[in-house]
């Protein structure tokens, strides 16, 4: 395999796991909610290696020009896995207690993944490694969806929930445009 050929095995990883983790952890979670935990939980727990292993990806990408935003960016995938995945397992141990712990858990590590993805976004744009707008939709959204998972969390779920559009847009339109297109290397 040449290198080009492994660069964009890796982004076409990232990609996939950026758009893997969003659905892993969204059917689990619904799954869980309508009383079919074990199945839920298991899905949950693969949304949790995908985050890290995204973590652990990008981390080779970006080392070699950012290594203090890879380390950083590692350390926040791995906050995120181990917070979301410690809720699913309290969620399989007691599903009325461990639903509250949960939900806390998914909170903290939300805010972790939206403030510790903004050094991400900026060397993105930094970098180019992605286009400008799509770099900055990625800050702007990430910075809206650490706000709106405190504002979700205060109670206000429903400006929480329109807070989330743009950094889930980020995550999907990136997802797919490292499928499609990778990163740019120079």
């Given at each position: ?60 990408v970006l080392a070699g020009d950012e ?120």
């Amino acid at each position: 395999m040449t290198p080009r050929t492994i660069d964009r095995t890796i982004d076409r990883t990232i990609g996939g796991l950026f758009l893997g983790a969003f659905l892993l952890y969204g059917i689990g979670s619904t799954l869980t909610l309508q009383g079919q935990l074990q199945p839920g939980v298991a899905l949950m727990l693969a949304n949790s290696l995908a985050v890290a292993s995204i973590g652990f990806l990008v981390r080779s990408v970006l080392a070699g020009d950012e290594p203090a935003v890879a380390r950083s960016y590692l350390i926040t995938r791995i906050a995120e896995a181990v917070f979301l995945g410690a809720g699913a397992l309290f969620l399989l141990r007691d599903p009325e207690g461990g639903a509250v712990i949960n939900a806390a858990l998914y909170h903290a590590g939300m805010v972790i993944l939206g403030l510790g993805s903004l050094p991400f976004c900026r060397a993105l744009i930094w970098r180019r490694l992605v286009p400008a707008a799509l770099g900055w939709l990625g800050l702007i959204g990430y910075a809206v969806f650490a706000a709106g998972m405190v504002a979700d969390a205060a109670g206000y779920s429903t400006a929480g929930m329109v807070m989330l559009v743009p950094g889930a847009a980020f995550e999907v339109i990136f997802g797919l445009w490292l499928i499609l297109r990778g990163f740019s290397r120079t």
